[in-house]
């Protein structure tokens, strides 16, 4: 069988030629089988109208293995003819014939150097792409993050308009007035805490003189 892959044939025929070889040469094996095994069950029956024949069985099954192989060996050499002839002259597609779906390369002719220099550039280009889609990602990461402070400094403001609120309630409206309102209410508060704490601290120190 021939060695030789034959690409562009198989793109063709959409089979591979020594494909094709292969399955007519089993075809043709498999009858010569077939017709040797028909003429032993002949002869077979022949020899029964010879009830006195010296032949057996054993000896003509003998004898068609000796014919098969002789047969396959002459065989075998006229196939490797045939398919040498047919691989050539009907099964090969010429190197000046161009299929039309390769038309294309025809029009647009490109050298081994411009081939490897328009690689170099679809992969310059494939970075580029992978850079600008890193560049994006992090632009949506930044962007969640400004919404995330942005919903912050809205719960601040909601956060001041309450406190003015709160402040015009009090009677302060001045920004200024208001934290130091909060200033001097929050004084107030430790100094109760701190009024808390030490009569807490009298009062279990009373009791622990009553015990």
């Known amino acids: ?3 030789n892959p034959m ?34 069950r002949v002869i077979l029956k022949k020899l029964e109208g010879f009830p006195d024949s010296k032949i057996s069985p054993f000896q003509i099954r003998k004898s068609t293995e000796k014919f ?21 002259l009907v099964l090969n597609i010429p190197k000046n014939v161009l299929l039309p779906e390769d038309k294309v390369h025809e ?3 490109y050298s081994k150097e411009q081939f490897q ?29 400004q919404k995330m402070v ?6 601040t403001l909601q956060w001041f308009d309450g406190l003015e609120t709160i402040c015009r309630e009090h009677g302060t409206s001045n920004l200024k007035e208001s934290f130091a309102f909060l200033t001097q209410t929050s004084k107030k508060l430790q100094d ?3 009024e808390v704490e030490k009569k807490n601290k009298r009062l279990q120190k009373s009791k ?3 015990v």
Do not use: N, W
């Open 117 to 145: 220099t328009l690689q170099g550039e679809i992969d310059q280009l494939q970075k580029q792409y992978k850079v600008e889609v890193s560049a994006g990602q992090a632009l949506l990461a930044e962007l969640e993050e």
């Open 192 to 194: 109760i805490l701190k």
């Open 7 to 40: 690409a562009y044939e198989a793109q063709f025929f959409g089979f591979t030629p020594q494909t094709c070889m292969l399955r007519v040469y089993i075809a043709f094996q498999d009858y010569l089988f077939e017709m040797m095994l028909v003429v032993e």
């Open 68 to 88: 098969l192989l002789f047969m396959k060996e002459r065989f075998d050499h006229l196939f490797s003819k045939m398919e040498q002839m047919l691989l050539q």
């Open 208 to 210: 622990l003189d009553v």
């Open 150 to 155: 942005q919903a912050e400094l809205e719960k």
């Open 1 to 3: 069988m021939s060695v």
């Open 107 to 109: 029009q647009y002719p």
